[in-house]
């Protein structure tokens, strides 16, 4: 007897289903398995479209992150940046900079340190004097931030030039100033010397002004309040300096003035 048929006997005393039957119920175990996996698929292409699309400009990515940023998804904000700062869709320079500043800020806070990094690197190239609002940013990011910009334009001042006026606010950028200082100084400078030599060539023996005595009267006391112009604007020039080297350089705004070479060495007009 075969070991076939020794099989269907054993069943058909047990009252066990033939083999026959167990094949035929085989295929709808398939099928299940099948429908199942086809269930999968089909749920991966709805997941598929239910990602966002890619943005249609530059704008349109700008507008997405900005949205992120507000909501505080920063995982979003990467992402919406992302498109941009790595030249997907044609973008200018301020676009280009406004996306490396949201990708930085959102690689930091999304612990991407080393990423964060090499975007605001990028930030600073394109937008040398670039800043991030205090206001708005988390202090740890502006911190991170300024170390690079510190790494990136290092501050060559000398504290020395703010000793003398208006040097040091050329030196400090704020070059509205220094001309101001320059005028008053030099004007008032101007009308303390020629006081000064009209009474030293009017003076008599005795310091009697020959004659000239109320003209001399009121030429010492326009020597007075001219020197007086000009040491008020010299101390006042000093102290303005030592201020304004406190501040960083790029936050002055003024486009036209003296720059003064970190070894003091020369002198010329920025534009």
């Not at 020794?6 to 398939?30: H, K, M, N, R, Y």
């Not at 997907?88 to 340190?113: D, H, Y």
């Amino acid at each position: 007897m075969s070991r076939a048929s020794l099989t269907f006997i054993i069943a058909v005393l047990l009252g066990l289903p033939a083999p026959s039957a167990l094949a035929e119920e085989e295929p709808e175990d398939v099928q299940e398995t099948t429908k199942t996996t086809q269930d999968t698929h089909s749920t991966d292409e709805d997941d598929r479209d239910a990602r966002p699309a890619p943005p249609e400009s530059a704008d349109a990515a700008l507008v997405r992150a900005t949205a992120a940023y507000e909501y505080g998804d920063m995982y979003q904000v990467v992402e919406a940046a992302r498109p941009v700062t790595e030249g997907l869709v044609p973008a200018s320079e301020n676009q280009q900079a406004k996306a490396f500043r949201l990708f930085g800020i959102g690689l930091f806070l999304t612990n991407r340190q080393a990423g964060a990094e090499t975007a605001f690197k990028e930030l600073l190239r394109l937008e040398p004097r670039a800043r991030l609002n205090p206001t708005t940013t988390r202090p740890e990011v502006v911190s991170f931030f300024e170390g690079l910009r510190r790494e990136q334009n290092p501050d060559t001042r000398r504290v020395i030039w703010n000793f003398i006026p208006p040097v040091g606010q050329f030196q400090n950028g704020d070059n509205t100033k220094g001309w101001i200082i320059l005028g008053v100084g030099v004007a008032s400078f101007g009308a303390t010397l020629a006081a000064r030599i009209m009474l030293t060539r009017w003076q008599g023996e005795g310091y009697t002004m020959g004659g000239r005595e109320d003209t001399g009267e009121t030429l010492k006391t326009a020597h007075f309040i001219t020197a007086g112009v000009l040491a008020a604007t010299y101390i006042y020039g000093v102290f303005d300096g030592i201020i304004g080297y406190g501040r960083p350089l790029d936050e002055n705004k003024d486009r036209l003035g003296l720059r003064i070479s970190p070894d003091g060495a020369g002198v010329g007009f920025a534009f």
